[in-house]
């Protein structure tokens, strides 16, 4: 540690001496505490991360020139943290495993080949994968039987001897590359822990571009999140998706985390996948201490629907209930569901349990729209079939609440197939009626209504339609009629423009619970929880 220090000292000086403008000193990849040098700018020290500089199994597979006998792309990319060369008999291999080891044994030991793979399965030991030397291929019923064990494990197969192998192994050193974004979020993880990004941003005096890119906006969400984490419950525990978000999210701390389901059954599923939870809390709802006390708050809660304290006590443990009452209840700051849950599944518990701010005649939702160069805000594109005036007013006064929550510039287009005067009909005067009554209850809101998609968007459609509006042409909330209307406008543009939705965001709720699409991505999921986390905390503000 003194030698660190040492060199950081000199670094700034020689640096110094030069004439150049020193920002900051960071040593990386620090192995011990150490005590930072007093230096006139700010030092920071970057653990040695493990699972950043650790090669992954396909890394070793390339450099070894290896044959895959079995595996999958997520076996292939599980990191090797170590190496035990099996030799001997089983009692004493698994003895000697550690977690994360990469296994190297003849390939004649089926002995070893089955141990090892069953102590994985076993949760005993978590494993990379298995390589088998001197070219000798394990028999085909051994192959079988380990296949059968559904280890998610990859086996390998290499001519060399096994000290060759270990040799040649012990020599590879992963790094992050966009071929493998587990080892960048663990990397950006350790970064943002450690180093004030920013103190560091303001001594980099980078001005700020207007334009908004999908990149940047979810990296501002991220960095909003991380700046006050909050507790998200997940209530879709086993869920390969759900799983592969909360690593990210934990590395990258973006919130604290509950998962719901069977310990057994998660801590099974993340071996298979080779993902590392930490200090994620896992909850099983049919056996939680907490079942009782949910119970009793749901019956008071639906009394007047008939709900009794023996049917409470089953609703309860159903995820999302659980989920929606450890937020109703304080437990947690919010909810994200529907990976493999209906919408109505998902917020069907939330306006039973959390219901509506009292201002707020109607729940709804919005999709942020992330374009080429602009964020977008839709709604509502997801929760209410046919609003009628009054709930149209909501829901464009929530969206614009949302919008400027989320750093957009709220200029609110109220749509319609009419723009202006130009056309009549009931769904106009709705529209027009939904428009009067924001104008009434926000006057500080820019909003626009009726007015059709392109003079809401396109400037040069809105000089000819409505030369004198604030809004026309440069409208950033997008306000559509009904359900039918905004939920195929919002998936035509994600399709045929290439934008990436975010959302359904829910919005009007006390208590932050969000709905992900059922074809959600992993970072879709990153960012909803992001975003929940972010209205958890502005809630808590207000």
């Known amino acids: 540690p003194a030698a660190v220090a040492s060199a950081m000292r000199g670094a700034y000086h020689d640096l110094a001496d030069l004439g150049a403008t020193v920002l900051a000193v960071i040593a990386n990849r620090v192995t011990g505490p150490m005590t930072l040098p007093d230096l006139p700018v700010p030092a920071y020290a970057i653990p040695e991360v493990p699972s950043v500089s650790a090669p992954t199994v396909a890394e070793v597979a390339?450099?070894?020139?290896?044959?895959?006998?079995?595996?999958?792309?997520?076996?292939?990319?599980?990191?090797?943290?170590?190496?035990?060369?099996?030799?001997?008999?089983?009692?004493?291999?698994?003895?000697?495993?550690?977690?994360?080891?990469?296994?190297?044994?003849?390939?004649?030991?089926?002995?070893?080949?089955?141990?090892?793979s069953a102590a994985h399965v076993a949760g005993q030991v978590s494993v990379a994968g298995l390589v088998l030397t001197l070219g000798e291929q394990p028999d085909p019923r051994v192959m079988r039987l380990v296949e059968g064990l559904n280890t998610g494990l990859a086996v390998l197969s290499v001519r060399l001897d096994s000290y060759d192998t270990v040799a040649a192994s012990s020599r590879i050193e992963g790094r992050p590359s966009a071929s493998n974004p587990r080892k960048v979020e663990a990397a950006l993880g350790a970064f943002e822990r450690c180093v004030d990004t920013d103190d560091l941003a303001r001594?980099?005096?980078?001005?700020?571009?207007?334009?908004?890119?999908?990149?940047?906006?979810?990296?501002?969400?991220?960095?909003?999140?991380?700046?006050?984490?909050?507790?998200?419950?997940?209530?879709?525990?086993?869920?390969?998706?759900?799983?592969?978000?909360a690593e990210i999210l934990l590395r990258r701390g973006v919130a604290e985390l509950t998962v719901l389901g069977r310990p057994d059954d998660i801590a099974r599923r993340t071996r298979e996948l080779g993902i590392d939870l930490g200090d994620v809390r896992v909850v099983?709802?049919?056996?939680?201490?907490?079942?009782?006390?949910?119970?009793?708050?749901?019956?008071?809660?639906?009394?007047?629907?008939?709900?009794?304290?023996?049917?409470?006590?089953?609703?309860?443990?159903?995820?999302?209930?659980?989920?929606?009452?450890?937020?109703?209840?304080?437990?947690?700051?919010?909810?994200?569901?529907?990976?493999?849950?209906?919408?109505?599944?998902?917020?069907r518990p939330a306006f039973e349990i959390i219901r509506t701010l009292p201002d707020v005649s109607v729940a709804s939702s919005v999709f942020f729209m992330l374009l080429a160069d602009r964020v977008l805000v839709y709604g509502d594109c997801a929760v209410n079939r046919d609003p009628d005036a009054a709930q149209l007013a909501d829901i464009a006064i929530s969206s614009a609440d949302t919008a400027a929550r989320f750093g957009i510039e709220p200029r609110v287009a109220m749509l319609s197939y009419s723009t202006g005067s130009s056309g009549a009909g009931a769904d106009v005067e709705k529209v027009a009626a939904a428009t009067a009554l924001v104008r009434e209850r926000r006057p500080d809101l820019l909003v626009e209504g009726p007015i059709q998609y392109d003079a809401a968007i396109d400037p040069a459609v809105?000089?000819?339609?409505?030369?004198?509006?604030?809004?026309?042409?440069?409208?950033?909330?997008?306000?559509?009629?009904?359900?039918?209307?905004?939920?195929?406008?919002?998936?035509?543009?994600?399709?045929?423009?290439?934008?990436?939705?975010?959302?359904?965001?829910?919005?009007?709720?006390?208590?932050?619970?969000?709905?992900?699409?059922?074809?959600?991505?992993?970072?879709?999921?990153?960012?909803t929880v992001a975003i929940t986390a972010i209205q958890a905390a502005t809630e808590e503000a207000s």
């Open 203 to 245: 001594r980099l005096r980078v001005s700020r571009s207007a334009r908004v890119t999908p990149l940047m906006f979810e990296n501002e969400l991220i960095d909003r999140a991380r700046s006050k984490p909050r507790h998200v419950v997940l209530p879709e525990g086993t869920d390969e998706r759900i799983l592969r978000a």
């Open 284 to 347: 099983d709802p049919g056996a939680s201490e907490w079942r009782d006390d949910f119970a009793a708050e749901y019956a008071r809660l639906r009394a007047h629907r008939g709900v009794t304290a023996e049917l409470a006590h089953d609703i309860v443990a159903q995820p999302n209930y659980f989920g929606t009452l450890m937020v109703a209840t304080g437990r947690a700051d919010g909810m994200v569901s529907g990976a493999t849950h209906t919408t109505a599944a998902t917020i």
């Open 62 to 116: 390339a450099a070894l020139g290896a044959t895959l006998l079995a595996g999958d792309d997520a076996a292939l990319g599980r990191d090797v943290l170590d190496f035990v060369v099996g030799a001997a008999h089983v009692p004493t291999l698994l003895g000697h495993l550690t977690e994360g080891a990469l296994v190297i044994t003849p390939g004649d030991r089926a002995d070893l080949l089955v141990a090892a």
């Open 462 to 527: 809105a000089a000819t339609k409505l030369p004198d509006s604030p809004v026309a042409g440069h409208a950033t909330v997008f306000i559509f009629p009904d359900l039918n209307t905004g939920n195929n406008t919002y998936k035509a543009v994600q399709r045929s423009a290439g934008a990436v939705a975010v959302g359904p965001v829910m919005q009007g709720l006390r208590r932050p619970v969000n709905d992900l699409s059922r074809g959600a991505t992993v970072p879709d999921i990153v960012n």
